[in-house]
């Protein structure tokens, strides 16, 4: 029991000095990310300005999961790496390494919802700040499986979508966003068995955290907060 207090303390301060305000501009700045893919920009300095935009996410994210200082560290070393990556990549140019910057971005966005999620894991409280992570969570997942899309396009010799030769990275965003979600227009598939694998995959991923994590905080919504007072007054549950 003391060590189950001492976990639950160092949560609480935890929760104390993360604003619940932080994962607002975690869904603020994946909302520049998105307007500024979808816009339809193209070239290899696309990827860079990507990079730039989810190094800055990633740490926004980091800060308001409340991670230790040493990963919040770690994590300004990888996006400075990133950068000086992506930076050298666009002077060599060439499609193995847009690939390649499609694939770092991958790396910087799957980062992400992986504090994110352990975060809104820790708290015993269901409110609007666990619907707004959440809510990264579910963006990221559809970012992530664009740049994965992107990646495979890229490296193979063929391309990516059946309909379109030259896919842009709104293309692949929009792919994505309508795959997770399973509206599935069909203005753009994917021509090849390694495309379509993927694409069934992150349905399945979009589809399963739709009705398992989401019920689950409208289920739960309230909860954690009514147990809370009833352990700080002593009443049943609580700490006698």
Known sequence: MADVSVRRGEGDRIEAR?????????????????????????????AVVAVVLQGATLLAA???????RGLLHLAVAVVL??????????????????GSLFLLNLLLVGAAPVVIIHSLIRRR?????????????????????????????????????????????ADYLYFSFTTITTVGYGDLTAARSFGRALAVLAALIGQLYLVTVI??????LGRGRAAQSRESSGGPGGND
């Open 81 to 98: 790496i990133a950068l000086v990556s992506a930076s050298t990549a666009i002077i060599v140019g060439g499609k193995d390494v847009s």
């Open 215 to 220: 019920a689950l905080l409208v289920s739960n």
């Open 18 to 46: 993360v604003p619940a305000y932080r994962f607002g501009i975690v869904l603020l700045l994946l909302l520049a990310t998105f307007i500024f893919l979808a816009s339809g920009p193209s070239g290899d300095w696309v």
């Open 125 to 169: 409280v269901i409110d609007f700040r666990t619907v707004l992570g959440a809510i990264c969570v579910y963006i990221l997942l559809g970012m992530m499986w664009a740049f994965a899309f992107a990646a495979a396009g890229t490296f193979d010799s063929e391309p990516f979508f059946a309909q379109e030769a030259h896919a842009t990275v």
């Open 62 to 68: 980091f800060s308001a999961s409340g991670v230790s």
